[in-house]
T-cell receptor, first 112, second 112 residues
């Protein structure tokens, strides 16, 4: 158990809909990362937060947004969903000044 | 965009044999990390090597780093069927805030 909790584990939704994925980092970790992994693909970096502030942005679509709350949990919002958004979405956290990351088990999103 | 490229994409060996995976990257880095992913599950951190280190060991794992060639290798000695997984390298770039950009991964199959 990495200590990073992601909910829900599975999500099936229709095209055009909006979903919210939630991540609780390891206790004490200030940095949260979001990644997208499509079938048989590597991990695409989406966005990073550190102590509530956005620190880095990757290939995140405008339809996607994220935030980190004062209690350090983070949410990734995906809107106007398309079939191609079907993927595993991972959250990871790391301690301050240490980029070794601890990953959650992911949310498997299926858009139908 | 992917920072790292792993080679080979897939590797099939017998138990007891050694497995070597390579990673090439594009920009200067602070450190390079290797992660393991069992099918459809979260990634697990294996080992971190800093840019001023050339070799590091952890149990049956040996990692090398050649910053002049922008490449790293992961050697798993005396492989076991339980080592079957995908292995990813991830780089922590030395400029900007972006962290942990992952490569495309090597799928390792260890047969009993």
């Amino acid at each position: 158990d990495s200590g990073v909790t992601q909910t829900p584990k599975h999500l099936i939704t229709a095209t055009g809909q909006r979903v919210t994925l939630r991540c609780s980092p390891r206790s004490g970790d200030l940095s949260v990362y979001w990644y997208q992994q499509s079938l048989d693909q590597g991990l695409q970096f989406l966005i990073q937060y550190y102590n509530g502030e956005e620190r880095a942005k990757g290939n995140i679509l405008e339809r996607f947004s994220a935030q980190q709350f004062p209690d350090l949990h983070s949410e990734l919002n995906l809107s106007s969903l398309e079939l191609g958004d079907s993927a595993l979405y991972f959250c990871a956290s790391s301690a301050r000044g240490n980029t070794e990351a601890f990953f959650g088990q992911g949310t498997r999103l299926t858009v139908v | 965009s992917q920072q790292g490229e792993e080679d080979p994409q897939a590797l099939s060996i017998q138990e007891g044999e050694n497995a070597t995976m390579n990673c090439s990257y594009k920009t200067s880095i602070n450190n390079l990390q290797w992660y393991r992913q069992n099918s459809g599950r979260g990634l697990v951190h294996l080992i971190l090597i800093r840019s001023n280190e050339r070799e590091k060991h952890s149990g049956r794992l040996r990692v090398t780093l050649d910053t002049s060639k922008k490449s790293s290798s992961l050697l798993i000695t005396a492989s076991r069927a339980a080592d079957t997984a995908s292995y990813f390298c991830a780089t922590d770039a030395s400029t900007g805030f972006q962290k942990l950009v992952f490569g495309t991964g090597t799928r390792l199959l260890v047969s009993p």
